[in-house]
């Protein structure tokens, strides 16, 4: 390797052990690593301007503002609490209740938002009940990345790949990554209950005081409710046809933002950008830049080599690696930075030969999103449920999480494969 590839891939791993480490915030990290990328001369800040992909940070901004405004109706906790009223106010239906609205709720906000909305209503209602708050939210952290995978707008490494290849549309997402979602959530809802139930024990009582609590008052602003759910609708259906109408996701979200925004008026417009995780918008254009330094120096083109070495060529070897690899790495390593760089590596593999990269996309996708579930740090989710919980006094183990994510990531993994096999191989 020329010196500027090494001292690329020195400054990657030396921001990746710091990411890791978490002794420094992950967006300071990221952005001082990209800063050095530029300073050092590795890539100049055209190039690195180039490679930030403002698609992907334009979904993430404009749901974040839609989701932001319909929170302040009160829906997501009236649904919440109507759920748990369903399930009879028995701790363990409604730990089943939580886990599958997390799931679809994943799918359709994202699961870093799902997260942030589900973690405050699930330490309500386990204070009512009286019950440990660690199986609903290690159960929702699982859901989420699953739920997650299901659409393109469900979890980054999924907005990403798609921002990135365009003939993967918001449809095409949903009728390939949807359905082992689907089967994977309906193998862990009979592992949650086997594994939980002797952990979710409460009286009487408490059952009927969550039982009386009347949903209708938690929906603070009917008028303002009516706006947001149609203005959520139209933009999912928005992502449904933009390739119809040549638009990018971005252009979708942001645009639902905005009629939002407009329909709401001014007073909302600050309170709902503040709302925004400018840290995580951040975070990603470090590492885009980070990534674009070992494109340029021709690092990615090595390692896609390397793989295409491995494997032979051979499809069925390449989308295996891929799964694995990924589930594994994103299981120790956040799964944003590691998607990053496997994105131009796929890339690449499609320059040496590989002829069909639609089951390595799906693979990528399978393996970042699931892996993600292996262990705290595994995904953007995990680590916010983990924070919001240490709030509240009740923090999330490393280990305590482990024992549980990392065995039910595997199983997950091999459902992945065989679905990635039977679907696309044979």
Known sequence: MEQPAIIAVCIFLAIYALIISEKIHRTIVAMIGAVLMVVLGIVDQETALHHIDFNTLGLLVGMMVIVAITADTGVFKYVAVWAAKKAGGKPVRILIALCLITAIGSAFLDNVTTILLMVPVTFSMTRQLRVSPMPYLITQILASNVGGTATLIGDPPNIMIGSEVKELSFSAFIVNLAPIAAIIMLVYVPLFILMFRKRLQTQPEHIRNLMEMDEKELIRDRVLLAKSLSVLGLTILGFFLHQTFHLESATVALAGAFLLLLLTGEHAMEHALGKVEWTTIFFFVGLFVLVSALVETGVIAKLAEQAVEWTGGNLTASSMLILWLSAIASAFLDNIPFVATMIPMIQEM??????????????????????????????????????????????IRFLEYMKIGFPLMLLSVVLASAYVYLRYLV
């Open 350 to 395: 499609g320059n040496m030969g590989v002829s069909n990269l639609e089951p390595l996309w799906w693979s990528l996708a399978l393996g970042a999103c699931l892996g993600g579930n292996g262990t705290l740090v595994g995904a953007s989710a995990n680590l916010i449920a983990a924070g919001l919980s240490a709030k509240e006094g009740h923090p």
